[in-house]
């Protein structure tokens, strides 16, 4: 098998997170203490709310719509505004109006933001990290990198992320009316016309994160932090292997929503009583998270063996060196 | 009493099921003989039609009514246009108009047309005609009318008109309204409630193109197919004691038949027209009418039609889910998941129509409870035995996606308005007529879903069998007629006690809701008197000593809602004993102290008997905090969360986790 083909770079991918272990349980702690000071005030409201209600019993074991509704109703503002909520579960939500979610709703977008951003900003220390020869698990070095190179891995993160809304609008929104109207005659037609919205956003995304992974990469390749310079190298790169990019970028999307798959389809669900249950639960959902984001650290460093190794295959031969 | 309306029950149960009839069939009143051409360019149906009208009142009536239902279509300010969708182009509107309306002598009364809201009504609608005549039809007397009409079919969006080759015509033609000894009973064609009508025979011939030939779905049965030049094909249809008449074709239209024969029922010919994209339907069609045919025929009365037809549209034609005489729509999609029970339960929904509304025929515009109620209460039932509680599906990038782990009981999770009712419901009482309510989720939720609800609940407390006794007395004695809603009540009285029929009047007449909650739950360890105990010579003084073993208990559950409703008040103690105490719930709270062991929960109707309690979570009260739900759920949340915080990050375009 070749350094650069797709199974080797996979797993050369996921040696190098390995490799940055430290780094790894940073994100999954921010990304846990984010969650934990999202959901602190809903929980103790549920605690209010439930505690003393017998008819929560019927909630304990999981979701009862009915019993549901009328703890909605009799608390509106739960989850934050019920129209916009509504909205949100329908997919009509209009853009402009999420940042005007009140409630938890609020925070989590608010702590959504943030985490994005320090994702943004950890992925500067990882490039660093993956580009180096040596010391890569070392905390130190990457919160280093991390501050060298954050935030013109933010930059390249907020020029993705508005392609990414580009593509969403272009793809997914623009043409929703004609893809879902009533004059389809067939069924198979606006369920296939639907799916191919949501292909194409999805192939258009895979292909911008893909330039994203590959630009970070070339940030962390190269001695000056110029995220434009990394970009356009980014960009080069995709578009000079687009197929190989793309899978890539699957098989590590894969890897991300696997364990999550397997886990809400066969992870029991704690509805009171073992207390041991519970710690092992919470422990296995942590793994759950830990790996999506050792597979995001892992596509950054598949992406830049990938690069590094390309660049050594494009370099000249040096001279034979005569006795 | 008790003894001697069980009896009634059970007998009205038992009742044989054998005649072919449901009840003695009224003798026709508004009868039409139909003649009518398509022009699928012009979408239009021109046509003759000849009315039969026996005034079977105890009134003269000095002029005839008409309902000329398409002009509903005709513009944006008929009184049905807030009901139908933004129109797009002038393919999205219809109308109906009189060419030449004439008595079988000649005398034509054409030019006496006017067009008349009822007063205070929309002054542009032009849904009721009003034809004064030379002289007024008394008593026994029959009219006969011989009526021009052109008919547009608006492009589908609400109950009728077509969409490509498919054509569903309803409301079609020029319909006489319903003739009562208070006069001609005709409402404007509302939104949401439309029909009450005089039965009577239809004879309905149909030019139509040759392509549909035997795929034209009627009410009634067609009886002749004959071709015609210019390729097109004349289907004749008849169809006998009915109050309405609607057909459908479309050249794909795959048509299958089967005979359905309940046990001791009578044969039922049931006709479905179905999209070829949706034959994965054809048997859940079919098993739907099988079933609701045996339920319905042994719960009420036997099918009282020969047929049946089931026309399933395309998606997006807007004549879903609808109901005519021997004639129903269903809905689905080629993905529709087979698990749900759709389109069984809509099927059921709408074969129930055919009792309740279809003979029983009730005025839908000013009673919609009684049809769209009584349906909604029989369906939900028929679906819950057939396919148990259904899970809710979302359909995502138009793949329907069914939430297995979850599960919608029937009727309260029937829909969306059945769990708000007690939000839509509080604008209007059911009792008033659906056109003065205030919105559209007002009349739908307490013609659908309240009376389902109110009926289930009645069912579960004053007893399933005298409930279902008096409908199957209510569909038998009214079979053919036109009851109100003071005769159902009357039945239910009768058969099912005045119990039943108060908690029903009760929750149609208020547009309050019913709420009860526990309060309050103490328990303490209970100490000896203190203090100066005794009289005279025998009163002694005691000093405050430490509690004892046992406990004193005191209980207040609150009736917070408008409606009374008796309830049963469950208390839990320590060792598992448990006190279930009745209350009428009339008063507005009631406290009750107990000593004994400690108490540990207080539960208000722990069977759920109430389905219109519209908070289930004060319905109890635990003595002390049991945090188990909140914490399983602020775990769930948590992960839930982290997960969504990590799409935040998939958003910010950073790498991994695309898919």
Known sequence: MKGHALPFLWARGLLAAATAWKALLLALALNAALALVVTAPLASRLHDLLDSRPAADGLAKGWDVVLGAHLIRSEPGLLGDPARLGALERGTLPLADVPRLSGPLAGLFAAGLLHAALSALLAGGFAGRFAAERERGNLAAFLADAARLGLPSLFIGLVGLAAILGAFFLFVELPRAATLSPDLRWDWERTGLSLLRLLAFLGTTGAIRAVVAQSRAALGLAKTANPFLALASGAGFVIGRPVKALLLEIAFGVTALLPLSLWLYFAPSWSGGDVRLLALLVAGQQAVVLLRIVARAAHLGAATAWMRGAREAARPAPAKIEA | ?659
């Not at chain 2, 039409?32 to 022009?39: L, P, S």
């Not at chain 2, 589908?156 to 003739?179: I, S």
């Not at chain 2, 515009?365 to 939900?380: I, K, M, N, Q, Y």
């Open chain 2, 1 to 659: 009493m008790h003894r001697l309306r069980a009896l009634l029950g059970f007998a009205a149960l038992l009742s044989p099921a054998l005649p072919a009839q449901a009840g003695p069939r009224v003798p026709s009143v508004a009868s039409y003989r139909i003649e009518a051409a398509w022009d699928g360019e012009q979408k239009t149906l021109s046509g003759r039609e000849t009315v039969t009208f026996v005034n079977r009142t105890s009134r003269s009536l000095p002029d005839a009514l008409l309902h000329l239902y398409l002009n509903g279509f005709r513009n944006t300010r008929s009184t049905l246009s807030p009901g139908i969708p933004q129109p797009e182009g002038s393919s999205d509107f219809g109308f109906c108009e009189l060419k030449r309306v004439a008595l079988p002598d000649g005398t034509d009364l054409t030019r006496r047309i006017s067009f008349a809201p009822p007063a205070g009504g929309n002054p542009d609608d032009r849904t009721l005609a009003r034809i004064p005549l030379p002289r007024p039809v008394e008593p026994g007397e029959t009219l006969v009318l011989e009526i021009d009409f052109e008919s547009h079919l608006p492009r589908g969006t609400l109950r009728t008109g077509w969409k490509d080759d498919f054509v569903f015509a309803g409301q079609w033609y020029p319909k006489l309204a319903k003739a009562t000894d208070a006069g001609w009973r005709g409402r404007p064609f509302h939104p949401s409630t439309e029909f009450f009508a005089d039965f009577g025979d239809y004879d309905v011939t149909l030019l139509l193109p040759g392509e549909v030939k035997g795929r034209v779905a009627v009410t009634g049965r067609v009886v002749a197919e004959t071709d015609e030049a210019a390729e097109r094909v004349r289907v004749r249809a008849r169809a006998e004691d009915v109050h309405d008449f609607a057909f459908a074709f479309s050249p794909r239209f795959e048509v299958k038949k089967e005979t359905v024969a309940p046990k001791g029922l009578p044969k039922v010919d049931v006709f479905l027209f179905l999209q070829p994209d949706h034959r994965r339907s054809r048997e859940r069609y079919f098993r739907a009418a099988r079933e609701g045919l045996a339920l319905y025929g042994a719960w009420l009365t036997p099918y009282p039609w020969p047929t049946l037809t089931i026309v399933d549209p395309p998606a997006g034609s807007g004549a879903e889910a609808m109901e005519y005489p021997t004639l129903i729509t269903g809905a689905t999609t080629w993905l529709s998941p087979s698990s749900e029970g759709e389109p069984g339960g809509l099927v059921l929904h709408e074969l129930a129509h055919q009792w309740f509304q279809g003979a029983v025929a009730t005025d839908e515009v000013s009673e919609a409870h009684l049809d769209e109620g009584l349906t909604s209460f029989l369906s939900a039932r028929a679906a819950m035995r057939i396919y148990g509680a259904p899970s809710p599906v979302v359909e995502a990038f138009g793949v329907p996606i069914p939430l297995r782990s979850l599960k919608r009981p029937l009727p309260e999770g029937e829909s969306q308005d059945a769990l708000d009712q007690a939000a839509f419901s509080r604008s209007d009482p059911t009792l008033r007529e659906t056109w003065r309510s205030l919105d559209d989720a007002a009349v739908r939720t307490n013609a659908y879903s309240r009376t389902a609800l109110l009926l289930e609940s009645v069912a579960r407390t004053t007893g399933e069998q005298p409930l279902m006794a008096a409908l199957k007395e209510y569909a038998r004695r009214f079979a053919f007629r036109h009851p109100t809603t003071s005769d159902f009540l009357d039945v239910l009285g009768e058969v099912a006690g005045p119990e039943a029929r108060d908690l029903v009047e009760r929750g149609w007449a208020s547009a309050g809701a019913v709420d009860y909650a526990v309060t309050s739950a103490t328990t303490r360890r209970s100490a000896p008197p203190a203090g100066w105990v005794g009289d005279g010579p025998h009163r002694v003084y005691r000093a405050p000593a430490p509690p004892g073993p046992g406990y004193e208990s005191t209980v207040v559950v609150q009736r917070l809602g408008e409606i009374a409703w008796p309830v049963e008040v469950e208390m839990r103690f320590e060792g598992g004993r448990k006190v279930t105490r009745r209350w009428d719930g009339r008063a507005e709270w009631r406290r009750w102290r107990i000593t004994g062991p400690r108490l540990l929960s207080v539960v208000v109707d722990p069977r759920h008997t109430c389905l219109l309690d519209v908070n289930r979570l004060n319905d109890g009260l635990r003595t002390a905090p049991e945090p188990t739900a909140a914490r399983a759920w602020a775990h769930r949340l948590r992960f839930l969360t982290q997960n969504l915080l990590e799409l935040f990050a998939l958003l910010a375009a950073l790498p991994g986790a695309a898919l």
